[in-house]
């Protein structure tokens, strides 16, 4: 029988993180067994602990990887400045982040899960939460990043809340008009203390 080589196995324990990490934020962690977690990556539960210890490491893992994903893919891609942080305040609360919950922030879709979860799993969110907010912060204040973490960590947290209230809610029109409402919150909490 043949063996497959590291390569392979490092590529299908990304295939895992990666399938894992947009079943969480569609479905919850609760809500995702390991079997169909296996089954969306195309691999059988068998083959499962050949990558993680248990479904918590693989919890852990995935929510670094989001957040990670999140942080290069979104953060350090905007346009540099005000303009950068408008960009994303306005992609993260768009209809359409709103209804690609599979492929949006980990943010909106694991909050009440992930401060469930246990130390590790919640001290990775933490370290990846700071990469984000570093992100942001970096862009409010380029010449004093450190002073603006906690005003990035406000931001973050109303437009995380917003996203999370206009998925729950059924009309659609008033859906989008608190993200709406949360696009000019969110602005008036960027321009805070810059008007002289």
Known sequence: MARYGK????????????TSGRRFKQDGIDGSGVSTLMKDAGLTNGAFYAHFESKDDLVTTAIADQLKAQAENVVARAAPGRAGLEQIVRGYLS????????????????????????????????????ILIDGIADRMAPEAPASARVKALSLLGLMAGTLQLARALTDSQ????????????????LDAGQRV
Not at 98 to 111: E, F, I, Q, T, W
Not at 115 to 125: F, L, M, N, P, V
């Open 95 to 130: 209809p359409q982040h709103r209804d690609s919950m599979g492929d949006g922030c980990p943010n909106a879709a694991l909050l009440d899960e992930i401060g469930r979860c246990a130390d590790t799993t919640r001290q990775a969110y933490t370290d990846g939460v700071l």
């Open 7 to 18: 390569e392979h196995k490092a590529e299908t324990r990304r295939r895992i993180i990666e």
């Open 174 to 189: 008033l859906a989008n008009e608190l993200l709406e409402q949360g696009v000019r919150n969110a602005l008036a909490l």
